[in-house]
């Protein structure tokens, strides 16, 4: 076998499947594993309309996809066949790091100044083989379902952003409810946050999440809140100050700003949320967040590896988060799921590249 499936960006906006490229071959300390699952990522979308703010990230010729699981394949020189057996479930951090800048360092690789991401700008795991370095992979449970463990990249996010600070018996807002903060809200639950406020202003993103709190049976723990309607001066109202922890996922400039006045005098604001312009302006800077004396955090990936610990845990424990794969296709048909994803008609799509057994 010299050639296999995969989605492949031949340049800004322009990627497709293709049956003939490479299988890759791990060179020394490298893995290669066959992948069972992926999933699409909100950068996949971006990347794939040639959305302008990916261009100086992206490296096409480039195979596509960042989320998966899947099983090793082969491994390279220098990599123990005891410490990873071919067949061995897994996923795999997919920041590729420097290991030698001031970050990495300091033990922050998730921070890795000069870190490469598979699937972005390098090969990624939409196609039938993807390579990782072998200090990546991580190794799952057998009893993980596979439309679970092809998205613990984005779970992963959300584990971090929510745990960046102590949550339980806090309260605690979720600004945007899209497919991370949907996962951050059943983290920040699960953890037991005294109360969730959830904000968005799409009507499709408000339905869910009322639908998740019924369906949990989530309604004394959990208030919806219509970002359109005065949503800053209802938390206040509610909490009589504010919340304690807002976590700011939609990366609009409204939202990072309600998510600031929102938030109580001495409380933390944990920024996950990618603005579409180079600079937001931050409405009463002195007054909303000097006076308050806020906390700002910044969320980048995962922390390499505690945060994959965080999140097997807490699925081991039960938090679940299934009922967010909303579809499941084949690899023939990214073009659909990007699309459905994109238009937010699917909270996460699975895709798989081999046929199912």
Known sequence: MTSMKGVQLSSPGQARVRTDLPVPEPGPG?????????????????????????????????????????????????????????GTYASAE???ICGECPACRSGAYHACATAR???????GAFAEYVVVSARNVVKLPEDLPVQVAAILDPLGNAVHTVMKVPVEDRSVAIVGFGPIGAMCGEV???????????VDVADQALARARAWTIRRGLSDQVTVVDG????????????????????????????????IQMTRAAGHVVNLG???????????????????????????????????DQMLDLLRRGL?????????????????????????????????PHPRS
């Open 30 to 86: 490298e893995v290669r594993l066959k992948v069972a699952a992926a999933g699409i990522c909100g950068t996949d979308v971006h990347i794939c309309s040639g959305d302008a703010s990916m261009n100086g990230l992206i490296a096409p010729p480039v195979t596509l996809g960042h989320e998966f699981c899947g099983h090793v394949d082969a491994l390279g020189e220098g990599v123990d066949a005891k410490e990873l057996p071919p």
């Open 94 to 96: 997919m920041h590729e």
């Open 117 to 123: 991401i598979r699937g972005i700008n390098l090969d």
């Open 188 to 198: 920040a639950a699960f953890v037991g946050a005294r109360h969730v406020y959830v």
């Open 228 to 259: 359109r309607e005065r949503p800053v001066e209802k938390v206040l109202d509610e909490t009589h100050g504010g919340v304690d922890v807002t976590l700011e996922i939609s990366g609009h400039p409204v939202g990072i700003n309600n998510a």
């Open 274 to 308: 990618l603005p579409k312009g180079e600079s937001v302006a931050i409405e009463g800077f002195s007054k909303n967040f000097i006076f308050k004396g806020l906390t700002m955090h910044a969320v980048i990936g995962r922390e390499m590896f505690r945060t994959w």
């Open 320 to 352: 679940d988060v299934s009922h967010l794969v909303t579809a499941e296709l084949p690899l023939e048909q990214f073009a659909t799921g990007v699309e459905r994803f994109g238009q937010g008609l699917e909270q996460k799509v699975v895709l798989y």
